[in-house]
């Protein structure tokens, strides 16, 4: 689920969902803080549970999602969620494809046609 580099922590969910996200807290809540998240089941209403966002702390939500999808993702109370705590946001829906890079001491970012560093 998670790849280090350095200092940098990414946190790779996949299809997760809150059954699979209270698995992980079980087992090690403390191994799961990261810089970045891809939000699981394309920010589905069934994943990103308040305590789960609340142990992974991330800085950075990445949500990989097909603009018009009929399913409804991502979930407008799982983005809420997620700004509400201070967490910068990033919808392939909206950017388009998104690229993160680290030398494991800060994050480079590329989407929607604009590159940062964190």
Request: charged residues 20%; hydrophobic residues 40%; negative net charge.
């Amino acid at each position: 689920m998670q790849r280090r580099t350095g200092a940098q922590v990414m946190a790779m969910t996949g299809d997760a969902e809150a059954g699979e996200e209270e698995w992980m807290m079980a087992h090690d809540v403390s191994a799961l803080r990261a810089e970045v998240l891809k939000v699981g089941h394309h920010g589905s209403s069934t994943s990103s549970t308040p305590a789960f966002l609340d142990a992974v702390q991330p800085k950075l939500a990445l949500i990989s999602v097909g603009a018009e999808n009929t399913y409804g993702h991502p979930s407008p109370a799982v983005v809420r969620a997620l700004v509400a705590r201070g967490v910068q946001v990033l919808r392939t829906d909206h950017v388009g494809t998104v690229v993160v890079r680290t030398d494991g001491r800060s994050l480079d970012v590329e989407a929607g046609g604009e590159r940062w560093v964190h």
